[in-house]
């Protein structure tokens, strides 16, 4: 019939999944006697059990799965997931770490293609360029700086003109900028004069002149006591008078 599986298929299958347990439980090491429905001898069932009765046992207790061929692990429905999963899972090997000089040559490369400039000519290579390649190597360096000219004297001259102000421009365009801080000026604002009423102004006038009237009467009146105290009241009067 067709989608049934063959007998001796099933029977291997089952028997695959048939496999003892071993008590790993340090207080029940080496038990012999009855744990649920399963009979242990020396801490080993006496029977291969179905998977899912080791997954109920296993969840209570600490036991270990021993297959036809003796072979242990850890025994459990969460342990089974963990080395299905290793075992489904790919093997991404470890990313190497870039080291120093790697990184400081990826830096240097970077660099060199972001500023997009020709590679830096001395007098001496180019010369050497005009004795190999005459007019036509130095061209083609001086494409590369946009100068032209048909003597190559004047273009090695050209060539290294530009390649002096690219060089001067470069390294300003890098210099760090110092911003020299604004000095702001606080702008205090005068209050604007405003018009006084002519009737407040008399009256701050008027309780000014009291206000003095009481302090020279307060002035007297001390400088008789103190007069009194030393027995000079006549000299104290005369001159409270004249005032």
């Known amino acids: 019939m067709g989608g049934t599986f063959p007998a001796h298929f099933l029977l291997e299958n089952h028997l695959m999944e048939l496999k003892k347990l ?4 340090t207080r029940m090491a080496g038990y012999t006697g009855v744990l649920g429905p399963v009979r242990f001898t020396d801490g080993v069932s006496d029977e291969y059990l179905p998977r899912h009765i080791r997954d109920r046992m296993a969840a209570s207790m600490e036991f270990l799965e021993i297959d036809q061929d003796g072979n242990e692990e850890p025994a459990g429905a969460q342990n089974r997931l963990l080395r299905e999963y290793k075992e489904r899972a790919p093997q991404v090997p470890d990313l190497k770490r870039q080291t120093a000089a790697e990184k400081a040559a990826e830096i240097a490369s970077n660099q060199v293609v972001n500023a997009k400039v020709p590679a830096i000519e001395t007098r001496e290579s180019l010369e050497a ?75 701050a006038l008027r ?37």
């Open 22 to 25: 071993k008590v790993v439980t």
């Open 129 to 203: 360029i005009a004795e190999k390649s005459g007019i036509k190597g130095l061209r083609e360096i001086g494409n590369k700086w946009s100068v032209k000219h048909r003597s190559i004297p004047t273009l090695i001259e050209m060539i290294l003109d530009a390649q002096e102000k690219a060089v001067s421009k470069r390294t300003q365009k890098d210099a760090p900028v110092v911003e020299t801080p604004a000095v702001v000026e606080e702008k205090v604002d005068q209050a604007e004069d405003s018009t006084i009423d002519p009737a407040v102004a008399a009256e």
């Open 207 to 243: 309780l000014e002149a009291e206000a003095k009237a009481e302090a020279d009467a307060f002035a007297a009146a001390e400088a008789l006591k103190a007069a009194a105290a030393t027995g000079d009241l006549a000299a104290a009067i005369t001159a409270e008078t004249a005032e």
